[in-house]
């Protein structure tokens, strides 16, 4: 039995339907703390509390639908490429006000290309200048925009 | 003659140099997209719409629609000469377009494939011309129960054409009007879902979330597999096709067009949809069945027209209703919204000039397209040696900044970078993002029409099946939901995305 679950929850049925249920639970919490009101005067939590009820219908049946199912995940989760790309936005982010956008792009560019297991260094060097004069060019020179280049 | 004078309006503008210059630029982009696999039309816009906000909002509309219908001449090119279709839409080009190139007519297939285009996208100018209008006219006396019902239909529709199980799509949709929910409710002016955190009071910025689920999402997932060696090529020789072939391939791309012009004005239809079903539609049409699949030239035009049509049409229900047909023109509405402009029924009256020249211009821009393709087809295939290491810093540090030129502020970069971590997961699980892009677009108008709907008939929710048009098109949208659910159905569907 706890064989045919733990299968279950390896299906894209069955994970998904976890994903459905946590966020219509998510929804319903949140929808409960703002007045619901009636169907005529719905207040602000109403609509949200019939899309968090609906999710967790969804989920349930997927759920139930993932005992028969077959499509068991077999790709493994890209770890690196996944932690890579989100640190390179979230640290160019960062770095763009406080530091200026000609440090932020390169550390962009240059951090995100540890997303692929081998890192060439003269074409990311070239990468590296030839995006930054890109988005210098484009932004700054060509659409004018307000963004500080560097700290000092 | 109204129509002659608003088509001349339209050219006026559209031939301006600037929106000649912006058109072209489109349509240049939209190609190389197509050709570039991993890198499709929504990725694009959503990079591309933070810079066009210093431009005027017709110049930034023809150039984003030039982007969309450019990527469906640029998807066929690979997939005619390597078998590789740059975009969904044109999958079934591969099929005997690719054949076609095996047997030394590569040249042939891909000038029926733009020709039949061309053809089509003048047809489907002038369905939107004339169809417009009629349609505009009609929803001026829509209130909001109609324009709920409406919406449900296209969400519903959007959840039957996405790949994958539809259960899956149904809560994409589901959760996408979830974070659609996000900010200060316009009713009661309470914060929702908002954590405290007071930059999310006006919400998830549109820009963001696109680029986060399509962006972001997609490279984390393709940035391991893509290492592209060097595809076969097939020698492009002659262009010209025989008159066995025009002879052959005319009536199939008069069938394409308006299969193609009817599935695209349908609330979730598009070109992916009309280039299958023009395809199965030739294969029965024609009375020799048995060449479909070893390079049968209506193959090639049946689809290639049909997706190209609908394409253009799909630019209707948006802009006449409010109401985005598909992904894309979800995307070409939030666009709008950007330069402040609403779509629905009053943008013929108000803003004439800007659904002309839009009109117009797609004409213009299926020309370029032509002369861009044909005479250049070698260079575009060149660009598909183009590593993909080379390609996603570059996609990354222009929706970077792209995000942060919305309002100057980095916080939407953080809520972009969540989306793609979850926007990977999701994808990973086999939900569809384009339904969860429709569903937050159409979330914070479905609910304000919910809840008008609903003080109107004092909490009646008969309403919707009293009104007549409001009957009709939850009908509509029940039957669809009917059809697809039935077990027969849902076989055949999935047949037909195992194909893709």
């Known amino acids: 039995m706890s064989n045919i679950l733990a299968r279950a929850l ?42 968090g009820v609906m999710l967790i219908v969804v989920g349930l049946i997927s759920l139930a639908g993932s005992l028969r199912s077959d499509d068991v995940i077999a790709e493994p989760v890209s770890v690196r490429a996944l932690v890579v790309i989100t640190l390179a ?64 | 003659m109204d129509l002659l004078a608003n088509l001349e309006l339209g050219f006026g503008v559209s031939l301006s140099l600037g929106n000649l210059f912006y058109c072209f630029v489109g349509v240049l982009l939209g190609t190389a997209i197509g050709v570039l696999p991993g890198l499709g039309p929504m990725a694009t816009i959503a990079m591309l719409l933070p810079m066009t906000y210093a431009l005027d909002p017709i110049t930034a509309l023809i150039m984003l629609a030039g982007i969309y219908y450019g990527a469906q001449y640029g998807g066929s090119t690979t997939a005619i000469l390597i078998n590789l279709p740059g975009e969904a839409s044109a999958v079934v080009t591969a099929i005997d377009g690719h054949k076609m190139a095996q047997q030394g007519r590569a040249g042939v297939a891909l000038a029926v494939a733009a020709l039949a285009s061309l053809f089509a996208g003048t047809i489907s100018t002038a369905v939107i011309a004339g169809f417009s209008p009629i349609l505009a006219s009609l929803a001026l ?10 919406m449900i239909l296209g969400l519903i529709a959007a959840v039957i054409l996405a790949h994958g199980p539809i259960l899956r799509a149904i809560a994409m949709v589901l959760i996408g009007l979830l974070l659609g929910c996000i900010g200060v409710d316009v009713n009661s002016g309470v914060a929702r879902f908002t954590f405290g955190a007071l930059e999310l009071s006006s919400g998830i910025d549109f820009v963001a979330i696109s680029m986060g689920i399509f962006a972001f999402a997609e490279i984390i997932a393709h940035v391991r597999d893509k290492t592209t060696g060097s595809p076969k090529l097939y020698e492009v020789t002659s262009l010209w096709p025989t008159r066995q072939d025009v ?71 948006m802009l006449t209703l409010g109401i985005p047909a598909n992904g894309v023109m979800a995307l070409m509405m939030g666009a709008m919204m950007i330069h402040n402009i609403a779509p629905g029924p009053q943008i013929l009256t108000q803003n004439t000039q800007l659904f002309w020249a839009l009109v117009t211009s797609m004409w213009i821009g299926n020309f370029m397209l032509i002369v ?129």
Request: hydrophobic share 55%; glycine share 8%; proline share 6%.
């Open chain 2, 372 to 500: 861009l393709n044909l005479p250049m087809v070698g260079l575009w295939v060149k660009l598909i040696s183009i590593p993909y290491r080379y390609l996603y810093p570059a996609i990354l540090v222009f929706c970077v900044i792209g995000i942060f030129s919305i309002d100057n502020q980095t916080f939407q970069i953080f809520v972009a970078a969540g989306l793609g971590v979850a926007g990977y997961f999701l994808a990973r699980l086999k939900c569809e993002m384009a339904p969860l892009l429709l569903g937050f677009v159409l979330g914070p108008m479905l609910e304000e029409n919910f809840r008008r709907s609903m003080q109107i008939s004092r909490g009646n929710l008969s309403i919707f099946v009293t009104q007549p048009i409001s009957a009709c098109v939850l009908a509509v949208a029940l039957v669809l939901l009917i059809v697809v659910l039935s077990p027969r159905m849902r076989r055949k569907r999935e047949d037909v995305f195992a194909e893709s």
């Open chain 1, 10 to 51: 390896r299906t894209t049925d069955g994970q998904s339907g976890l994903v459905f249920m946590a966020v219509g639970i998510i929804a319903v919490v949140g929808a409960s703390q703002y007045p619901i009101g009636t169907l005529a005067r719905m207040g602000p939590g109403f609509f949200p509390l019939c899309l």
């Open chain 2, 141 to 150: 006396s829509f209130r909001s129960p109609e324009y709920f019902s409406l």
């Open chain 1, 89 to 152: 936005v979230v640290v160019s982010a960062l770095l763009l006000l406080q530091a200026g956008l000609l440090v932020a792009i390169p550390a962009l560019v240059i951090i995100s290309a540890f997303a692929s297991p081998s890192v060439k260094w003269l074409p990311l060097l070239v990468t590296t200048v030839v995006l930054t004069a890109l988005a210098y060019g484009v932004f700054v020179w060509g659409l004018n925009m307000q963004i500080p280049l560097v700290w000092w």
């Open chain 2, 247 to 317: 002879k052959r391939s005319a009536p199939a791309a008069v069938r394409g067009t308006l299969l193609g012009s009817l599935l695209g004005l349908m609330p979730g239809g598009g070109a992916t949809l009309a280039s299958f079903s023009a395809y199965s539609v030739e294969k029965r049409a024609s009375k020799r069945p048995q060449e479909f699949g070893q390079g049968a030239i209506e193959g090639v035009a049946g689809p290639e027209a049909a997706n190209n049509a609908a394409a253009q049409t799909s630019f209707i229900p």
